[in-house]
């Protein structure tokens, strides 16, 4: 067997400038480290002329962490997309009906940046930080009770018997839904 290395195997050759640098062209995924590289050192706010979320709008690709932290936390000067399209629906009510469930709900979850970080620190807390750290011991006895079910047997089927249902099982008792309503 000829094994090639992923840059050989790409239709797109790897970038080495500024000019090379092609995000959405084919091969482009096997280029993604490069490229970021030159975007970084050579163009850390990058402009895709006409790509932007509204027609005859540009994009742009932040490279530096100060640049996505100002834009990210200055919501006045750069609004999410979401947030502006969600303001549309809610001066506009009979738009939503021409909409999904999803970007319907948002509407009601998400009708100030305020109420939405709150809403997302809500249902981000118990995961990441502090919050996930005090669900620790139920995490492992969770864990624990499942290899309990398939220890002694002699052949198990990881995914299905435990990478499946734990993170389920977690979730699950994390916001309070009774296991037994689980499809496991």
């Given amino acids: 067997m000829n094994k090639k290395p992923n840059h050989e195997l790409s239709e797109m050759a790897c970038p080495h400038q500024l000019a090379d640098v092609d995000l959405f062209g084919l091969g482009a995924q096997e280029h993604w480290y490069e490229a970021y590289e030159i975007l970084h050192s050579e163009a850390p706010v990058h402009r895709i002329p006409g790509e932007g979320f509204m027609p005859g709008t540009d994009a742009f690709i932040l490279t530096r962490y100060e640049d ?3 834009v990210v936390k200055d919501e006045q ?47 981000t807390d118990p995961w990441v930080g502090p919050g996930a750290s005090r669900h620790k011991s139920m995490i492992v006895d969770t864990a624990h009770s499942l290899i309990d079910q398939w220890i002694d047997d002699e052949k198990v089927d990881f995914v299905s ?3 499946q249902p734990l993170p389920q099982m977690v979730m ?13």
Avoid: C
């Fill in 172 to 184: 699950a008792k994390v916001l309070g839904w009774p296991i037994e309503d689980l499809k496991l």
């Fill in 68 to 70: 996505v932290s100002r």
């Fill in 161 to 163: 018997q435990f990478a």
């Fill in 77 to 123: 000067r750069y609004p999410p997309a979401l947030s502006l399209m969600i303001r549309q629906l809610s001066e506009s009510p009979e738009a939503a009906t021409n909409l999904n469930t999803m970007i319907q709900s948002m509407v009601s979850l998400r009708p100030s940046p305020e109420l939405w970080r709150t809403h997302r620190q809500e249902l």
